[in-house]
């Protein structure tokens, strides 16, 4: 079984900002991870993914994300935030033995302060 | 087709009539989701659909709904007696494998009920 939490279902950042968004996620065997991202009245897309070979996982548009083994932890960030950051993102968890569905976070809409 | 395809894009709909919702993979994709996200809410899962595998129904809200694929193709999500709050935007995804899998995303089915 696997599941992912979402800390914060809303994040405001001022624009230049850090943007740090939390996930933490549970799973009974090595997963894979994912973070999704969706743009207002666009579907969603890849930002970046785990697969266990680097823990620290760089991402389209500057974001990246760290793989923290000891505290189930896959958060996203961006030293400095831009507009066009301003989306809804989601988190993701797969297992990495066996056919199990990719599992979503509850998602974390972000929104940039001018 | 090169992308995940979904349809009809916007679908209005009766209380109480039966509403079928189609997804097109991208070829050769052997795993198939669907999703429900209300207005301002994250992903919710609904079913999934791996190879000629039993199909995980376990995100389904109600006997109302139900979801077929034939083998590796279209997938078809039929909501019967629909209710108001089956509003949403209904998003399917597929992928080569769920195992590090990346998923591409349709986008999107928007059904309201009035």
């Known amino acids: 079984a696997q599941s992912v939490t979402q800390l914060g279902s809303h994040v405001s950042v001022s624009e230049g900002a850090l943007v740090l968004l939390r996930c933490n996620y549970s799973?009974?065997?090595?997963?894979?991870l994912f973070w999704y991202v969706q743009y207002p009245n666009q579907g969603l897309q890849l930002l970046l993914k785990y697969t266990s070979a680097a823990t620290l996982v760089k991402g389209i548009n500057g974001f990246e994300a760290e793989f923290k083994k000891s505290e189930t932890s896959f958060h996203l960030t961006k030293p400095s935030a831009h507009m066009s950051d301003a989306a809804e993102y989601f988190c993701?968890?797969?297992?990495?033995?066996?056919?199990?569905?990719?599992?979503f976070g509850t998602g974390t809409r972000l929104t940039i302060i001018p | 087709g090169a992308g995940v395809s979904q349809s009809p894009s916007n679908k209005v709909t009766e209380k109480g009539k039966d509403v079928e919702l189609r997804c097109d993979p991208i070829s050769g994709h052997t795993a198939l989701y669907w999703y429900r996200q209300r207005l301002g809410q994250g992903l919710e899962f609904l079913i999934y659909?791996?190879?000629?595998?039993?199909?995980?129904k376990s995100g389904l809200p109600s006997d109302r709904f139900s979801a077929e694929r034939t083998g590796e193709s279209v997938s078809t999500l039929t909501i019967q007696r629909t209710q108001q709050e089956d509003s949403a935007v209904y998003l399917c995804a597929s992928s080569l494998a769920s195992v590090g899998g990346k998923a591409f995303f349709g986008q999107g089915t928007r059904l309201t009920v009035v």
């Open positions: 799973s009974s065997v090595p997963p894979y």
């Open positions: 993701a968890v797969s297992s990495t033995f066996g056919n199990e569905k990719l599992t």
């Open positions: 659909f791996q190879g000629n595998s039993a199909p995980d």
